[in-house]
């Protein structure tokens, strides 16, 4: 079946540095690839999103770049900042029955010190 | 522009009570519709969905079950809670674009703690 594994946190990362945090799939057929982000008390909103290989997605200063050959979805950012503390999710969805099926990652938490 | 809704925003309940949690959709007509647990330190699991009234998927076999009696209202119900039922539920919704690249957007969750 599918699924997403996501790097292990809790990550923590001072003021301005470079983040990575690594995401991989398995799945059967070509899925679509998302990061959702989870502030605290919140619910989950949609980051950033490829939807086929070599597609890069991208948003407010996060990238993530669709590679098939590694089936991987890495999300970084060159300068984080205090206000990207949450948790994000990695997840693959593929359109079956007409419903997106997403499956997540189990999240990695991010704390950005000053 | 489209909302969702979810409540209560926190719930505790004791175990063996029954459960109903609502979610609706403003400003979309259709949608699909998805509700989520995220266990304590875990990631979301898919619980139900439904891309019509009174069309009801389950992924997981469980405790719950889940309704759509009206085309933007999606419940999610047990008749006797237990203790592993406790967690973040969340609710979401897609436009449900045939063929094409559908997007779940989510509310703000509800936190079910059971005692």
């Known amino acids: 079946g599918n699924s997403v594994t996501q790097m292990e946190g809790p990550v923590t990362l001072s003021e301005e540095a470079f983040l990575t945090i690594n995401c991989t799939y398995t799945a059967t057929g070509y899925p679509s690839l998302f990061w959702y982000v989870q502030y605290p008390g919140e619910g989950l909103q949609l980051l950033l999103k490829a939807t086929k290989a070599d597609d890069k997605g991208s948003n407010k200063g996060f990238e993530a770049t669709y590679r098939k050959e590694t089936t991987s979805f890495h999300l970084e950012k060159g300068s984080v900042q205090v206000s990207d503390s949450a948790v994000y999710f990695c997840a693959s969805g593929l359109l079956i029955q007409g419903a997106q099926k997403l499956v997540f990652g189990q999240g990695t938490r991010l704390t950005i010190n000053p | 522009s489209q909302t969702i809704h979810q409540w209560p925003a926190t719930l505790v309940q004791p175990v063996g009570s029954p459960l109903s949690l609502e979610c609706t959709v403003e400003?979309?007509?259709?949608?699909?519709l998805y509700w989520y647990r995220q266990a304590a330190g875990r990631g979301l699991q898919l619980l139900f969905y439904?891309?019509?009234?009174?069309?009801i998927s389950s992924e997981v076999p469980q405790n719950l079950s889940a309704s759509r009696p009206q085309d933007r209202q999606f419940i999610l119900s047990s008749k006797k809670l237990l203790l592993s039922d406790s967690g973040f539920y969340l609710c979401a919704w897609s436009p449900g674009l045939a063929g094409g690249l559908d997007i779940q957007y989510f509310g703000a969750g509800t936190r079910l703690s059971v005692l």
């Open positions: 439904s891309v019509g009234i009174g069309q």
């Open positions: 400003g979309t007509s259709n949608p699909n």
